[in-house]
């Protein structure tokens, strides 16, 4: 009997003791955030060591936050390098005015939206109406405030009015940073687009998963900045590079790496030939690194012209090539980064190709049509004939 009372005796220690020992092991570092709102985000941040070489004891979570702690905290966040550091610094700097007593809200959004995925787009898509009444849309960091807010991310205290030049306070940059962290990041080539659906198979692996395209879903692309997307089988093309930004299967963030043409055709080429190389045999190799069609066979010769089309090569691009029309395909691919340049820079296909062809005369008299386009469209002419 007197190991089952001593037994008794240990548990009955333990449960006394227990609530003390939870206390102290889960008492954060810092010793002022016991009664903080933002606490949770605050430890969490603690535990990951996103505050090594920051604060230590104390954290002062009403205290402000300075320009150096906030990029340190960011840095460390996103992994940036010494170099992408000093250029999303610069950045900001360009973009609003630094306030000499520590960040604003406006400007910590601004460079978290920035690091999110946003990049530098200042520009609001068209339809995209502020969510804060003190947020017009000429503040240059409107589109890093709404970004901010659409994701989810800002705490309950700045609905409606965001004072965009408040200090922000270090409580509420942990819980924003923190909250930014539950988002996904997943990278892949889109697979299928479809209705409000799109399938990306993920960089690593044959992994495809779907994910909803909603109303607010942001889609970036190098120069273009919109949302809405109605055609969205169009803009979003089978075979692209697209970084997702999600919250589950939400996509809330889509941003699209262009290739260029060349590339295109390259990567075609590797594919379509990994693709084969299992069911050609030495000769059929052979035949294709010596143009011989006729050893090759009609049905072959097919296969590599339909692989080389579903590999997003256009079928006269495809017919030059297997042909080995080189000064075909220099043209075509001429043609191509013209018409990408001319989308590229919002401007007419034939200032581009003036331009690659050094015709100077061409050139100034496709600028002057140009430029009179853009002021007959622009709104200051619209504001001055109101007048």
């Known amino acids: 009997m007197r190991p089952t009372k001593f037994n008794a005796l240990i548990l009955v220690l333990v449960l006394l003791v227990s609530p003390f020992l939870c206390g102290a092991i889960g008492h954060a570092a810092f010793s002022d955030i016991d009664y903080n709102w933002a606490k949770d985000a605050i430890l969490s941040l603690e535990e990951q060591g996103l505050f090594e070489d920051l604060w230590s004891d104390l954290f002062s979570p009403s ?52 690091l999110l995925g946003l990049g530098e787009h200042l520009q609001a898509p068209e339809g995209f109406y502020p969510s804060f009444k003190d947020l017009a849309l000429d503040y240059p960091g409107f589109m890093g405030a709404e970004f901010l807010q659409r994701l989810g991310l800002l705490p309950t205290h700045m609905s409606g009015r965001f004072e965009p030049y408040r200090l922000i306070t270090r409580s509420e ?174 401007v007419a296909p034939e200032l581009v190709q003036a331009a690659l062809s050094q015709d100077w005369a061409k050139l100034v008299e496709y600028a002057q049509v140009e430029l009179a386009q853009r002021l007959l469209t622009s709104d200051w002419l619209r504001d001055a004939t109101k007048n």
């Open 173 to 346: 940059a942990a819980f924003i940073v923190h909250q930014a962290l539950q988002l996904e990041e997943v990278e892949g080539v889109i697979a299928e687009v479809e209705g409000r659906q799109i399938a990306l198979k993920k960089a690593a692996g044959d992994e495809t998963l779907v994910m909803d395209l909603l109303d607010e879903t942001l889609y970036v692309s190098p120069g273009s900045l919109t949302r809405n997307t109605i055609n969205r089988d169009e803009e979003l093309k089978k075979g692209q590079n697209a970084l997702i930004l999600a919250r589950g299967q939400q996509a809330l963030l889509v941003r699209l790496e262009e290739k260029s043409t060349a590339q295109a055709l390259l990567e075609g080429l590797n594919q379509a030939t990994q693709a084969l190389v299992d069911v050609l045999t030495p000769a059929q190799i052979n035949a294709i690194i010596a143009g011989d069609w006729e050893l090759l066979g009609e049905e072959v010769s097919y296969e590599l012209y339909e692989e080389l089309v579903e590999r997003g090569v256009s079928p006269w691009e495809a017919d030059a090539l297997l042909k080995r029309d080189w000064a075909s395909v220099q043209m075509m691919l001429q043609e191509r980064l013209t018409q990408e340049a001319a989308d590229y820079l919002k």
């Open 63 to 114: 205290a402000s936050l300075s320009h150096e702690d906030a990029l340190t905290l960011l840095t460390q966040v996103f992994e940036l390098t010494a170099e992408e550091r000093d250029q999303v610094e610069d950045w900001l700097g360009d973009l609003l005015v630094a306030h000499p007593e520590g960040i604003t809200r406006g400007e910590f959004a601004s460079l978290l939206a920035n």
